[in-house]
């Protein structure tokens, strides 16, 4: 602002100068004082126009500076621009970069988490071996599956005869003796226990627990071979560990070959309708696995005879169980889908928890088999025979 107004105040100087010059006569010849004076008034009017000049050249070099400043400064504003924009681009960059990282390491944690499903089973099958070979030892150290040990055989001094070879005397073997409870003591009770043994006399086959005889007079009781464990107690070991396959499917087998023996029997099928974990004795085999059998007949019945509403633990009961009149071998297969649940998982398959130990099941073909057994159409079940085959076919 001071620049302007100075440089106007010279302007309007340089104009009076101007008109001073402008007034003078062209051919003016100087003559003594005044020409002199004229003279004097002529360098001073150059003098100043030069100063004027100077002075515009100044103001000309200052506007240029000005200019190069405003240059400056939008140069230094592109600059900065160009460094945002730099900014801006990194930070993308990093963004992308990040979610990058980000996927990978999903991809990674997903990788680690099969890697560790599949260590855990690697894992589980090196100690499913080393069970069964453990079992293997220890079935081997043991004998057949006939021998009779030590302390189930008791000798007696009372002697039969004698011949060349041995001494036979009077033995006493250990059974087991299913005794009628004390309080159960009217003749319906008697007559269910009664009958319970007319099957198990009637019954025979390896995997079916074998009837010695029965006691009918004072306390009511079934004699029986004496089974070491059950498949209840295997399964409801702590700490819980799940059975070699080799174990389900043999003892799968065992079972379904008892079941296709009683549907099969002449001319009245037996359907056995409480088959359970408890229900399935076991006895160690000497391939070092089990050999099981079938037990208790108490609600096993011709399927002639059927007239028990629900019969069995409701866990393991076909849904058509409620009416006598539906009640065929097939109520028993849907038992059979509930027991495998159960011998795969080692878990209680109570009917709310069923589900989800259906999940944990990672055999596909056994889990289909189960599906198949638990089919609420009792005709789209397998039979007992079919179930032998399927399985075998696992092994
Ligand atoms: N022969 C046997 N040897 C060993 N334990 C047996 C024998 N029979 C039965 N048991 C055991 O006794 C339990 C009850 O026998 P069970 O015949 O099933 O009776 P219930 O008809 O009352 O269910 C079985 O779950 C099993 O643990
Ligand atoms: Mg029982």
């Given amino acids: 602002m001071a620049a302007k107004f100075f440089l106007s105040f010279r302007r309007a100087n340089y104009s009076q100068l101007r008109t001073v010059e402008s007034s003078l006569p062209a051919n003016a010849t100087p003559r003594s004082t005044s020409s002199l004076s004229l003279s004097t008034e002529r360098d001073r009017a150059l003098g100043e126009k ?21 240059d400056r400064e939008r140069e230094e504003k592109r600059v900065m621009e160009r460094e945002r ?47 069964v070979q453990e079992q293997a030892i220890a079935a081997e150290q043991r004998g057949p599956s006939w021998e009779v040990m030590e ?14 070879w041995a001494k036979v005397k009077v033995a006493k073997l250990k059974v087991a ?65 799940r059975l070699p396959l080799e174990h389900v499917l043999s003892i799968a087998i065992d079972v379904a070959r008892a079941l296709n023996y009683l549907h099969n029997m002449s001319p009245d099928p037996i359907i056995h309708r409480d088959l359970s974990s408890a229900n399935v004795l076991l006895q160690p085999s000497p391939d070092g696995g089990w050999l099981a059998k079938v037990s208790d007949y108490g609600t096993a019945n011709f399927q002639s005879q059927l007239q028990t509403v629900n019969p069995g633990s409701p866990v393991y009961t076909a849904p058509e169980s409620h009416d006598p009149a539906l009640q065929t071998p097939k109520m028993d297969i849907y038992s059979f889908g509930v027991l495998l649940v159960e011998m795969y998982t ?44 399927l399985l075998h076919a696992m092994q």
């Fill in 50 to 70: 030069r100063v004027m000049e100077r002075e515009r050249d100044r103001e000309r070099e200052e506007k240029r500076v000005m200019e190069r400043e405003r």
């Fill in 85 to 131: 924009d730099r900014e801006r681009e990194e930070k993308r960059v990093m963004e992308r970069e990040r979610e990058r990282v980000r996927v990978e390491l999903q991809r990674c944690q997903a990788r680690a988490n099969q890697l560790q499903e599949r260590l855990e089973e690697v894992e589980r099958r090196e100690h499913e071996k080393v069970v």
């Fill in 151 to 164: 302390d189930e055989l008791e000798e007696t001094e009372e002697e039969l005869g004698c011949g060349g």
């Fill in 177 to 241: 003796a299913k005794c009628l409870h004390g309080q159960l003591i009217y003749d319906y009770h008697r007559q269910l226990f009664r009958r319970e043994m007319d099957v198990a006399a009637r019954v025979s086959h390896p995997n079916l627990l074998r009837f010695l005889g029965a006691r009918l007079e004072g306390g009511m009781a079934i004699l029986t071979e004496f089974m070491p464990t059950s498949l209840r107690a295997l399964v409801n070991r702590r700490p819980r560990q």
């Fill in 346 to 389: 080692c878990d209680f398959p109570a009917p709310e928890r069923r589900a989800e130990l259906m999940e944990s099941i990672d055999h596909p073909r056994l889990l289909n088999l189960i599906r198949q057994c638990l089919n609420v159409d009792r005709d789209r079940r397998p039979t007992a025979a079919q179930l032998v085959d």
